[in-house]
């Protein structure tokens, strides 16, 4: 029993191979747009976003990165403006 155990972990092993490298997109990361240029153009923003649900290994994961922090940023603004609760509470 204890020469079988390593027989069969390394046939499970051997029969798994080497797996699969997600390949890098044709671009360099100096290409790429940066997070401030695609949250100033709404419209490219969403022609990116759609094409990274669609087709993220040709797009790159590095604009999808991107362009999900672009998304984020546009949607929470700067940051700057402060929560002011109502001085009130609200009546149910």
Do not use: H, W
Request: with cysteine; proline share 10%.
């Amino acid at each position: 029993m204890k020469k079988i155990v390593p027989l069969l972990l390394g046939v499970a092993l051997t029969a798994c191979g080497q797996s699969e490298v997600p390949q890098k997109a044709n671009t360099s990361e100096a290409d790429i747009a940066t997070v401030e240029e695609l949250a100033a153009n709404p419209e490219r923003l969403k022609e990116l976003r759609q094409q990274c649900k669609t087709d993220r290994p040709k797009v790159g994961d590095v604009l999808c990165n991107r362009v999900a922090e672009a998304t984020c940023k546009r949607f929470y603004g700067d940051g700057a403006t402060p929560y002011n609760p109502p001085k009130e509470p609200p009546n149910f």
